[in-house]
Structures are given as C-alpha cells and as structure tokens.
C-alpha cells in the first residue's frame, strides 16, 4: 500500500522559514518523479514544486521561485521542501504526490498518490 505521510507545517511569521519532509512507503520511491502540492483555503489546487528520480531536474511554480527548494533522500524514502521568506500567501495545506513516471510534470493529471497534508500557515 502506498503511504505518503508529512510533516514539519506549522505557524510562522512571514519572511520565517520551515522544512516538510514526507516520508514514503509502499513503492520504490527512487523510480518515481515526486512534486509538492499545495490548496489554500478556498482554492484549487496547486503545484509548486517537481523533482525527478535522480534530483538532476527540478522546476518550482513562479509563485515560490528563488524561495523554496526541493530536494528527495532516495536511502531514506523521503522528500523535502525547504521554505524561506515566507509570505502570507503561501498559507496552505501541503501535500507531496508520487508521480506516474520517473520524470513528472507540472500537471496534477500526472500523480496518483497524495498525502493527507500539512497545515502551513504564514501570519503575524
């Protein structure tokens, strides 16, 4: 069974920084692309961030570049979002998703696992 669990949301203050992680089981996590997904309240929901297989092809959304960075432990099973400067607008639940392949894309047609999330919320 394919489990995505993540974890590290939380509150911050904006221009702060936090660090998910999802920890993956039930497949073989290095052949699959993963990305990060977010939906704020009362939104669609959006991509923001993609890794491939082997972390040589990365793509963020325009809304998060420059700010977040994706990265993927494939001996642990486990993907990452490191977020700095923190705004307001990138309150959300995040979620990772498994890719159908090993390269992904920006389009949420293409994965078949998400996570139940976690809240991140950016006030003061």
């Known amino acids: 069974e394919v489990q995505l669990v993540e974890s590290g949301g939380g509150l911050v203050q904006p221009g702060g920084s936090l660090r998910l992680s999802c920890a993956a089981s039930?497949?073989?996590?290095?052949?699959?692309?993963m990305s990060w997904i977010r939906q704020a309240p009362g939104k669609e929901l959006e991509w923001v961030s993609l890794?491939?297989?082997?972390?040589?092809?990365?793509s963020y959304a325009d809304s998060v570049k420059g700010r977040f960075t994706i990265s993927r432990d494939n001996a642990k099973n486990t993907l990452y979002l490191q977020m700095d400067s923190l705004k307001p607008e990138d309150t959300a639940v995040y979620s990772c998703?498994?890719?159908?392949?090993?390269?992904?894309?920006?389009?949420?047609?293409?994965?078949?696992?998400w996570g139940q999330g976690t809240q991140v919320t950016v006030s003061s």
């Open positions: 890794i491939n297989t082997d972390s040589r092809s990365i």
């Open positions: 998703a498994k890719g159908l392949s090993a390269y992904g894309s920006n389009q949420l047609m293409d994965y078949d696992y």
């Open positions: 039930g497949f073989t996590f290095s052949n699959y692309a």
